[in-house]
């Protein structure tokens, strides 16, 4: 059943048309066009979907599109401002942390979770955060890199400045 | 991969969603994080006519706190309760035990509820809701019951949740404070796989005797198992090498583990024993 419905999306209030049984990744690509957030396995294993609605976490691969009527979703195209990279993107660039790219929108998306929890978050911290995000080029150790470097710049910048 | 038709009732209210759920009989179900009912739909295990989501009813998300017990809404996700300070305060091994699911996405997603109606043995929750005698708040057309969790569950995947009812809460009577805990949680391969070994123990000890054990486990059998001889063994013990070795013995032989690809029933017996052993062996310290 065809539905429109109205929501946030990286601050930007929408109305897309849906199908009721759509989910939040195919509001994102199919019906906005938005093609930056990408569906991997689509059973919630890979991390590839992962954007934020209302603050929190969500697979969107698993999220009902029309549970997000009224809600707030932030992609991976809401990372960036006035067409300054978020420093965690800077330092995945920097550091290279980057093979085919396809799960790079859902690992940004889970280290912007991270440092929200722990502005200077502990090596267990970052993997943990980061263990629901499969890289199958098996880029992990400058994916690491990348995000301890985007914590030590964020938090405060004391401990940078200090190092 | 994408979902077949179905179609989607937003309840915003329990009455609303029962009234659905008799509606629809056997062909609706009840979706509230969706990270279990969405890729089962996904992989055509279960094909319902009717999704009725609860995540729009007041008040189903509320952790509350009375003196006594905690009250945890069906609603309340897996971070939600694991990051909750009242939670963290005074149920820390439900605490420790949230916070341990999956990653953090999925926990920010799946919903206290939807964990237990899922039925689950290799998982973290139950296992500390049983060694904590939880109470589930099940509601049904006609009435509300009580279910004490030791008996809701039932079987391979199976609750006690009868057709037409929806679990609203689960009352969790406060861990008596000064008692030892710990939740173990042995995974064979990577930190977000469901537990090979979910082992929950709350230890009231005192000068070196075990007054009273309490221990479960997730992951060993077809559903999650209070260990009630290995508890009984270790209640009154002094808290010895032979008492402690005694009472995993005792862990190993009264589960009757799962045989599957995760390991063989053998193995899942081999770590329990094993991690009896140890987790009583780093308490008693």
Known sequence: MRKTIGLEVNGRREEVEIESHWTLVQLLRDGLQMLGTEEGCGEGSCGSCTVTVDGELVRSCLYLAIRAEGRSVLTVEGLARDGELDPVQRAFVEHGAVQCGFCTPGFLMSTKALLRDHADPTDDEIREYLSGNFCRCGGYTLILAAVRDAAGGSATGGAAAEG | MNLKPFEYVEATSLDDALKALDAYGDEARIVAGGTVVVPLMKMRMVQPEALVSLTRVEGLADVRGDGERITIGALATHRAVSTSPLVRDRLPLLAEACGRVASPVIRSMGTIGGNLCYGESASDPPSAMLVLGARV?????????????????????????????????????????????????????????????????????????????????????????????????????????????????????????????????????????????????????
């Not at chain 2, 997730?218 to 090498?241: H, I």
């Open chain 2, 137 to 285: 708040h099940v509601r049904g057309p006609e009435e509300e019951r009580v279910v004490p969790v030791e008996d809701f569950f039932v079987g391979y995947y199976e609750t006690a949740i009868g057709e037409g009812e929806i679990l609203t809460h689960v009352e969790v009577p406060l861990q008596p404070e000064g008692a030892r805990w710990r939740y173990l949680k042995w995974t064979p391969r990577a930190r977000e796989d469901k537990p090979l070994v979910g082992l929950a123990v709350l230890l009231d000890v005192e000068d070196g005797t075990c007054r009273e054990a309490r221990m479960a486990v997730g992951g060993v059998a077809d559903r999650p198992v209070l260990l009630a001889g290995a508890s009984a063994a270790l209640s009154g013990a002094t808290l010895d090498d032979a008492a402690i070795a005694d009472a995993a013995e005792v862990a190993a032989d009264e589960v009757d583990p799962v045989d599957d690809l995760q390991a063989s029933a053998g193995y899942r017996r081999d770590m329990l024993r094993v991690w009896v052993r140890r987790v009583l062996d780093q308490l008693r310290a």
